[in-house]
């Protein structure tokens, strides 16, 4: 399947249209156990082993609500600004879907337990505040695999569901109409997704992990002609995974509506799915609101959070994210550029701190994470934190280059053993022969032998082409296989041909 959609020159959209966007954004909670049962609440497991009647909605069976639940729903809250709510209750929204047994999700509703936040987001030198309408409890559900060539229901043979997830803690984080944006939207709504990434990973509350679900964001956007106080017909993409492809849906959706409107046409309020490949097709209509017929559960007490708990939970926030980057960016004299790349790779700030706090430099510390240890983390489809290589082994590698134990290449064979699991950097570097050679009879006689073997490149040196010495140094280093001291080396080169 291709996108055959016409679309707008993006630049053109902007000179005649306003977008409006908003961001509903589900964040999966790490706790033990599930919201309403006592049900392993961990990753994985085999389908459909982590379930019990509540939350397969067997008949008879009762909720409880998941006291850290409600927790870390107040911390989300705080951090984002918000009133907490000293009364709020559970409803049931009621609709049919094959991955909720009992047909009807445990949600809140008119009453949810956060409202009325904001976050001030720094993009490109500009600052935006996005103001948040809610944050709200509720119950993920199941998940559905579609046996066909696209994975989507539109063309399966059959459908299969695994309730292990359903019943998993969720938080819809909703932000309220997002104007003013202009060609700028889809960037401050991926910089507004990061922030809430950084923010779930910096309270503990979420693994925050996009591409594994669990941080997944509806991205909605409508076009009203330039100057208009009326919001168009928006369209809402769902379940886009990635910082990326929420900038990218947006910028579609933007070019898409475009043109449909350039053209005389109207655009349909309905669901969109995204395609990595770059664009959007449609799901299910939504011209009409549906009538979930929303009514409060009957089997839970409402969630009345007493002043001093909110207050004991406000103590325990960390520093906001943008503050500790810009204390961390002074202190490692990091550029711009530098903090925004350590920014944008996930895990890397905490794992570099770490690293400097073992006695690396901050530069070497970043030079090893957001280099080598990021490729090899990209290679393995993981994260940096589960690579399997600490911050005190990179210190540790990083000590044995600064002593001239290790040059960088050879620092980089030592990473192999680690992730092997050969023991410590001192263990790996003695078990396979890496330390640097830097015994002068060694290096005298290897550069002896290049000297021989390129007399022209000797001539050049003596002649006082000292870059030349680059010719003997780099043959010398590949045939003792990257062990010399390259510095060494090169004093050696000069003092014999001087």
């Known amino acids: 399947m291709t996108d055959l959609t016409e679309l707008m020159d993006y630049d053109e959209v902007m000179e005649r249209f306003d977008p409006a966007v908003g961001l509903e954004v589900h964040v999966e909670l790490n706790t033990a156990t599930k919201m309403f049962c006592g049900c392993d609440n961990s990753p994985g497991g085999e389908p459909n082993t982590k379930t019990c009647p509540v939350c397969l909605g067997l008949p008879g069976s009762l909720p409880v609500v998941n006291g850290k639940a409600v927790e870390s729903a107040i911390r989300i809250g705080l951090a984002l600004n918000c009133s907490i709510a000293p009364w709020s209750r559970f409803a049931r929204k009621n609709y049919f879907y094959p991955d909720m047994t009992k047909d009807f999700q445990t949600s809140q509703y008119d009453e949810p337990i956060c409202f009325d936040g904001y976050v001030d987001l720094d993009v490109d030198g500009r600052t935006y505040r996005i103001d948040i309408e809610r944050v709200h409890m509720e119950e993920d559900a199941g998940k559905l695999t579609h046996a066909g060539a696209t994975g989507r229901i539109h063309d399966a043979d059959y459908s299969l569901v695994d309730y292990n997830r359903a019943g998993t803690p969720l938080m819809e984080i909703v932000t309220k109409p997002i104007l003013g944006l202009g060609a700028e939207a889809p960037v401050v709504a991926r ?38 106080t009326t919001l168009g017909t928006r369209s809402e993409t769902k379940n886009v995974n990635s910082l990326k492809s929420v900038e990218g849906a947006l910028r579609y959706e933007i070019c898409r509506q475009g043109a449909i409107l350039a053209g005389g046409g109207r655009v349909v309020q309905e669901t969109r799915h ?134 960088d290449k050879l620092a980089r064979e030592v990473f192999d053993g680690l992730l092997a699991g050969e023991g410590t950097p001192d263990q790996v570097v003695a078990a396979r022969g890496l330390a640097v050679v830097s015994d002068d009879d ?14 022209d490149v000797a001539q050049k040196i003596r002649d006082g082409k000292v870059q030349a010495a680059g010719a003997l140094i780099g043959a010398i280093m590949k045939q003792m296989k990257g062990k010399a001291d390259a510095a060494r080396v090169r004093e050696l080169i000069l003092s014999r041909l001087s």
């Open 442 to 455: 060694a290096l005298g006689a290897a550069v002896d032998a290049a000297i021989a073997a390129q007399p």
């Open 191 to 228: 910089a507004y997704m990061a922030h809430l990434r950084e923010l779930m990973l910096a309270l503990g509350v979420s693994d925050a992990r996009m591409e594994a679900g669990n941080m997944r964001c509806d991205a909605n956007v409508s076009l009203a002609p330039k100057g208009s």
């Open 274 to 407: 995204w395609h990595e490949e770059g664009w959007t097709s449609p799901g299910r209509s939504k011209e009409q609101a549906e009538d979930y017929r929303y009514f409060p559960e009957p089997d839970l007490v409402p969630v009345a959070p007493s002043e001093a708990w909110i207050e004991e939970l406000r103590a325990t926030l960390p520093e906001p994210p943008a503050q500790r980057r810009a204390r961390l960016q002074a202190a490692w004299a990091f550029t711009d550029l530098e903090m925004r790349d350590v920014a944008g790779t996930p895990g890397s700030l905490d794992l570099i701190e770490a690293t400097v706090a073992a006695g690396a430099s901050a530069a070497s510390a970043r030079k090893w994470w957001l280099g080598e240890l990021a490729r090899r983390a990209n290679e393995a489809g993981t994260e940096l934190s589960e690579l399997g290589v600490s911050a005190a082994q990179v210190a540790e590698v990083q000590r044995l280059v600064d002593a001239g134990t290790l040059n």
